[in-house]
């Protein structure tokens, strides 16, 4: 039994078809964990989400920013934006279904056997294991128990710092940025969420990627992430980062995660959008 994880596909079918191809993908034999963002700028989301309903428990899924955006605008709480093609799913018939589906999947999945954690973009410096994994729980159970009430009041950058004694709204907003669109942090560990370059063309020296953050308390666990198209493919003893842009005309990545030193297994992109 292989286990995979697979970077951002963002509505990508044709290519994610390719890649399970490339793997010899077989759901009786093998495990699949995607890191977020299954919908979303590419052509078929719909197409997407039954194909990895469909695997059952041979995926996990994290979900990413774009998987809680199409959640927010089915619940009536965000307004489609001009670049979303989110339109055929949201019609679908089974669409329902789907989003019952989507509502469920967890924010952060763990194999202590491997030593390994799967999310979507990022975990904060103040964070231990524990308590990212708690984080994760009380999200997950706050989406599923009152959705409409959080996508109200999920959207906003502050507060950027971590504490203990955060509550309510602020805790809940605090943790989904973290988990759903973290790149950079700074010197103080500071949540800095507008930067979304490659750490090559960093916009100040106060930019730190948030796995590289000084006395971070989580490390220990190897930690496999996605979101961040523009550092593209990334490993080293902490982490994994899968995205490489498969939606910009990049490559859809794989990486099996049960044997040591595997190389990637990548298939090109069409790009259903202009980096």
Same mark, same amino acid.
């Given at each position: ?18 890649? %399970? &191809?490339? =793997?010899?993908?077989? !759901? @009786? +034999? *093998?495990? #699949? ?52 093609? %989110? &339109?055929? =799913?949201?019609?679908? !018939? @089974? +669409? *329902?279904? #789907? ?59 502050? !507060? @950027? ?115």
């Amino acid at each position: 039994m292989a286990l995979y994880a697979i970077g951002d596909i963002q509505g990508c079918d044709v290519e994610l078809e390719a890649l %399970l &191809t490339a =793997l010899r993908f077989s !759901p @009786d +034999r *093998d495990r #699949l964990w995607f890191v977020g963002d299954l919908v979303n700028r590419g052509p078929d989301s719909l197409k997407v989400l039954r194909r990895v309903r469909s695997l059952g428990g041979a995926a996990g899924v994290t979900l990413g920013n774009h998987d809680l955006h199409l959640l927010a605008v089915a619940f009536g709480r965000a307004q489609l934006r001009s670049d979303d093609t %989110l &339109t055929e =799913l949201l019609a679908a !018939p @089974d +669409r *329902d279904a #789907l989003l019952e589906w989507l509502i469920g999947r967890p924010m952060l999945i763990e194999d202590r056997a491997l030593n390994l954690t799967l999310l979507h973009a990022g975990l904060a410096p103040q964070w231990d294991m524990a308590t990212a994994r708690s984080c994760a729980r009380e999200l997950e159970q706050a989406l599923q128990r009152r959705p409409e009430s959080l996508f109200d009041r999920l959207y906003g950058d502050q !507060p @950027d710092i971590w504490g203990d004694d955060l509550e309510g709204e602020a805790r809940l907003r605090f943790i989904t940025n973290c988990f759903t669109r973290l790149r950079y942090v700074d010197a103080a560990g500071r949540l800095v969420l507008r930067a979304k370059g490659s750490p090559k063309k960093a916009q100040a020296k106060s930019l730190i990627p948030w796995f590289e953050a000084p006395d971070a308390r989580w490390r220990g666990s190897r930690v496999v992430f996605g979101h961040w198209s523009t550092l593209g493919y990334f490993t080293n003893a902490d982490v994994i980062g899968l995205d490489t842009g498969c939606v910009w005309g990049g490559r859809l990545t794989a990486l099996r995660l049960d044997a040591p030193n595997a190389d990637p297994v990548q298939v090109g992109c069409g790009g259903a959008k202009a980096p």
